[in-house]
């Protein structure tokens, strides 16, 4: 098992930056692929942002490239999305998932991912 926490979200206005951070548990050898997904209110879970383990491949959703970067730190056992120029948009629950395995095709599906965190609050104001 693998146990996901977490933290980093916040309030902040248009413009603003946050960094979230997902600190693994737990099996952490099946956590290869590492995930983002947000939830705005009254809409479905999507795929923000995933990188390997390594960190030598990283995917976006459009609407974040160039403002997000997802990153990690294996020796201590996390990964992190930093969130720049924040619009009202971005204010979802984000989550931090992992996977045993990173398949490009595959990672942008939530039922792809074996492990979830709890969710962590986004709330950017205009």
């Known amino acids: 098992q693998v146990q996901l926490v977490e933290s980093g979200g916040g309030s902040v206005q248009t413009g603003g930056s946050l960094r979230l951070s997902c600190v693994a548990s737990g099996r952490t050898f099946s956590t290869s692929a590492m995930g983002w997904f947000r939830q705005a209110p009254g809409k479905e879970r999507e795929f923000v942002a995933a990188i390997t383990r390594t960190g030598s491949i990283t995917d976006y959703t459009d609407s974040v490239k160039g403002r997000f970067t997802i990153s990690r730190d294996n020796a201590a056992n996390t990964v992190f999305l930093q969130m720049n120029s924040l619009k009202p948009e971005d204010t979802a629950d984000y989550f931090c998932?992992?996977?045993?395995?990173?398949?490009?095709?595959?990672?942008?599906?939530?039922?792809?991912?074996?492990?979830w965190g709890q969710g962590t609050q986004v709330t950017v104001s205009s």
């Open positions: 998932a992992a996977n045993s395995i990173y398949t490009r095709t595959s990672i942008y599906q939530d039922d792809y991912y074996s492990y």
